[in-house]
């Protein structure tokens, strides 16, 4: 579905002065910096997927969005997306996929809803019958029944987004790109929109590249994510892989009947320690869960325990500084 | 192919119509003053007509013909091709990349995107202006084809003047949108009166510059009979309709440079 | 209206706002520039016909128009809308404004007088130089010129209270852009904005003179131009100070009963 090579994007960045001469001097000096938003990323998507986007703000997220949508140029690699160069075939590119994003509207701000669906018709020119099959379908699953008639203004943002969904799939695309789609919702507001899109990509077949900064979208419902930094792929596998390859630390919280061991086994770290409780962190490749607690209850008895995997976020962050200088 | 264009141009000005109606009195309000700027703009030429006598040797009735003709021509561009006066924005809130999204060509929705239909309003005094005038003038057939032919030139003319300013703004990063104003304001503020009277370098710029003197000046020369008088060659009215579409032709072409340029910079 | 310093800080508040745009300030010098190269060249091909008409001189009409020009800023009868009272009213901003202890009236004056002084000392003296120095005319100096700086005080004050007086209806309609629009170009026409009122027919001028509108423009403008003095000179301030107290009593009753209906409708 989309096969990305080498892709690279080089912005010039001009240079500003500072202060009243300095905006004068703006006016006839260009000076320029030369910045690599995205370097030499490349990965394949195939039909059907769905694959969490990440990275953190200035990765080159965005603008590797804006290629693979046809709104930028490349300055260098290559993108085809359904067999199209997004940018080269833009009229038939746009007509082939959906995007959201989730703190831009698509809609028309004063007219109710459904007189923006009626224009989307046209300006995809999807036929009428196939047009009132998709929307009684989308009509069902995202509840849009009450809303059709409200002006846009008027919605809150949680049946805004359901609208802006619907919006971007009116034309039944194979391909969605999704940018915060849930960015600012309350937490049934999220559900109902994450389940919408596992229904979509498990029934329909549609291939979903989503972005978000909220990463329990990407566990709920990406498995397969794409982790981008500084123009690069810093990690691209299954989002379950992630926790094994690099998120082996883990947490135990013990409490004892008595006193709590002094010493512990090779390549354990106390991370607290009261006078009947522990709190562990340790390595899944130097000791195992059973064989630590196992080792514990020998030196003590255990009156209670808890094992936490590490959370995502930590990982994320975890590889995100992993990049850094 | 255009039949298809033009009703997606009337489906999408429509939706914008529909909107303003959302405001209804401020919408009626607003008609009526668009109405009112015919007073404001011609009051001070009837004054110092009425005052002066003439000017230049040009009677209020055919000032008011030069008014008529470039307003109109002006008022229609505003009309059909609204968003280009507003692109600056477009590009600094983002709403090109929605434009961009939608398999649709990008002149055509930016052209819809802020319709005001307000501005028929305009289109409708500047026709009354026009009538009036022709009428008090008592112009014949062949008078009424120069007028006809300057209004549709001036058309090409000014959407290739709005399309080239918008294509400024890709440049100066839309903070340019004044700029864009002085050529369509200001040039149709300028056409208000004969060429003739500018100094010799205005004159030029008006004339091989920023050709708006054969929206209304060169073809009025020729309904006018005046060619001669005014010494212009009397070629020059005939060329009328080929330099407006030129400016169009030109118009378009740095707006898809423009394009261009912003997607390969991203800004 | 209780301490004087908050509305200071308003005033201040507004400089620092047009401050922060240079390349707009530029841009709009090129406008008033352009417009007033038209003007003055339409002005200047009229007189041609009838030199010291009225006891103008051609280089006294264009000077005229060039202070016209460069003060159109500063008084702000187009200033831009986004800050107004209506717009504030409009989208619910208003709501900050009634928890502080402020005569939102007194805050528009503040305002107004804050702009005024940006454009003051950005806006006027390169529109105006630009004009003496393009037609050679040099303004006349004169005991009278003297009482300039206190026309425009006055002429500030005016306009700030015709702007809240449009704005008045958004209390209770939500929406003033009519009303606004109506104002600009009532304003323009009896303001003496393009024409001096000298030149206007008798019953026309009868209006401009009783209306406040000319207050705004036609009065400084004049007297700077050397065209006020005597009789016409002390009729031209009282006017201004007369209406200044007419309109903000006026804008006073009408804040009083509008934030009354703000308080019982919510806004």
Redesign the interface.
């Known amino acids: 579905m989309i096969e990305v090579e080498k892709l690279e994007k080089t912005f010039r960045v001009s240079r500003h002065h500072r202060g009243f001469l300095g905006s004068l001097r703006n006016l006839v000096e260009t000076g320029h910096d030369l910045v690599r938003a995205v370097d030499g990323v490349s990965f394949s998507i195939r039909a059907g997927e769905f694959v969490g986007f990440i990275g953190p703000n200035g990765a080159g997220k965005s603008t590797t969005i804006k290629m693979l949508t046809g709104v930028l140029e490349p300055s260098g690699g290559e993108i085809r997306v359904g067999g199209l160069v997004p940018r080269r075939d833009r009229l038939r590119h746009t007509a082939q996929i959906g995007v959201v994003f989730g703190q831009r509207t698509q809609l028309w701000w004063d007219l109710p809803v459904i007189e923006s669906y009626t224009l989307l018709r046209h300006v995809y020119r999807v036929p009428e019958r196939e047009f009132a099959e998709q929307l009684a379908r989308l009509e069902r699953l995202l509840e849009l029944g009450p809303l059709l008639d409200v002006p846009v203004r008027k919605l809150s943002l949680g049946q805004r987004m359901r609208c802006e969904l619907a919006a971007a799939l009116l034309h039944a695309p194979k391909l969605m790109f999704l940018d915060e789609p849930t960015i600012g919702l309350d937490v049934l507001a999220k559900e109902a929109i994450r389940e919408f899109l596992a229904t979509e990509n498990s029934e329909r077949g549609t291939t979903i590249l989503l972005t978000t900064h909220d990463l329990s979208d990407i566990e709920r419902l990406c498995p397969r994510m794409i982790l981008i930094d500084r123009g690069r792929v810093v990690y691209d596998g299954a989002v379950d892989a992630i926790r094994r390859e690099f998120g082996s630390e883990r947490r135990l919280v013990v409490d004892f009947e008595n006193a709590a061991p002094d010493a512990l086994p090779e390549g354990v770290e106390v991370e607290e320690r009261g006078p009947a409780r522990l709190v562990l962190r340790f390595r899944r490749d130097r000791i195992g869960a059973a064989a630590l607690i196992g080792w514990l209850g020998e030196k003590a008895s255990i009156a209670d325990l808890s094992l936490e995997e590490p959370p995502i976020e930590r990982i994320v962050a975890e590889l995100y500084r992993r990049g850094r200088p | 192919m255009l039949a298809d264009a033009l009703?997606?141009w009337a489906?999408?000005a429509g939706?914008q119509i529909?909107?303003?109606m959302?405001?209804r009195?401020?919408f009626?309000?607003?008609s009526?003053?668009?109405f009112?700027?015919m007073?404001?703009d011609l009051?001070?030429v009837w004054?110092?007509s009425?005052?002066?006598?003439?000017?230049?040797g040009w009677s209020f009735a055919e000032l008011a013909l030069l008014y008529g003709m470039v307003e109109t021509s002006w008022a229609s561009v505003e009309t059909v091709l609204r968003g280009f006066e507003n692109f600056s924005v477009y590009l600094i809130q983002?709403d090109l990349?929605?434009i961009?999204?939608?398999?649709?060509s990008v002149i055509l929705q930016v052209a819809t995107r802020d319709f005001d239909a307000r501005k028929l309003s305009r289109i409708a005094q500047g026709l009354l202006v026009l009538a009036i005038a022709c009428f008090a003038l008592g112009l014949d057939a062949r008078a009424l084809g120069w007028v006809a032919l300057g209004v549709a030139g001036g058309t090409l003319c000014f959407a290739g003047i709005v399309m080239a300013g918008a294509a400024l703004q890709f440049w100066t990063l839309g903070?340019?949108?004044?700029?864009q104003?002085?050529l369509t304001y200001?040039g149709a503020?300028?056409m208000t009166?004969p060429v003739s009277?500018?100094?010799k370098w205005?004159r030029r710029v008006l004339t091989y510059g920023v050709p708006l003197a054969f929206v209304n000046y060169f073809p009025a020369l020729a309904a006018l009979d005046r060619t001669e008088a005014a010494g212009v060659p009397g070629f020059v009215p005939w060329l009328s309709p080929l330099v407006c579409a030129a400016v169009l032709a030109l118009g378009m072409a740095a707006f898809a440079r423009g394009l261009?340029r912003y997607?390969?910079?991203?800004? | 209206m209780g301490s004087v310093r908050p509305y200071l800080q308003f005033a201040r508040l507004a400089f620092q706002r047009r401050a922060a745009y240079r390349l707009a300030n530029w841009t709009g010098v090129a406008v008033n520039v352009f417009f007033l190269l038209v003007h003055a060249q339409v002005l200047l091909a009229f007189f041609r016909a009838r030199p010291g008409a009225l006891g103008w001189s051609p280089r006294e009409a264009v000077l005229y128009f060039t202070a016209s020009e460069a003060l159109l800023m500063v008084v702000g009868i187009f200033t831009d809308v986004r800050y107004n009272l209506a717009e504030r009213i409009r989208t619910g901003e208003v709501v900050t404004d009634l928890a502080r202890p402020v005569t939102l009236y007194y805050r528009d004056v503040a305002e107004r007088y804050g702009t005024a002084l940006y454009y003051l000392i950005a806006r006027f003296p390169p529109v105006y130089l630009t004009g003496v120095v393009l037609f050679g005319v040099v303004p006349p100096l004169r005991l009278e010129t003297l009482l300039f700086p206190l026309s425009v005080v006055l002429a500030v004050g005016v306009s700030a209270g015709l702007w809240y007086v449009a704005c008045a209806s958004a209390y209770f309609r939500n929406t003033a852009s009519g009303e606004l629009s109506a104002l600009v170009f009532v304003n323009t026409v009896l303001g003496g904005m393009v024409v001096p009122l000298d030149f206007y027919p008798d019953w026309l001028r009868a209006i401009a003179d009783a209306l406040p509108f000319r207050a705004t423009l036609y009065t400084p403008v004049a007297l700077l131009s050397g065209k006020l003095s005597g009789h016409a000179l002390v009729f031209g301030l009282a006017h201004q100070l007369v209406w200044l107290g007419a309109l903000s009593a006026l804008s006073l009753a009408i804040e009083s009963r509008g934030l009354r209906r703000l308080a019982t409708q919510g806004g």
């Open positions: 009703s997606l489906r999408l939706a529909r909107s303003q959302q405001y009195a401020s009626a309000i607003q009526a003053v668009m009112g700027v007073v404001s009051a001070p004054i110092l009425r005052f002066f006598g003439s000017l230049d983002g990349d929605r961009l999204l939608r398999p649709r903070q340019a949108q004044e700029l104003n002085v200001g503020a300028a009166y009277i500018y100094a205005f261009r997607e390969s910079t991203g800004s």
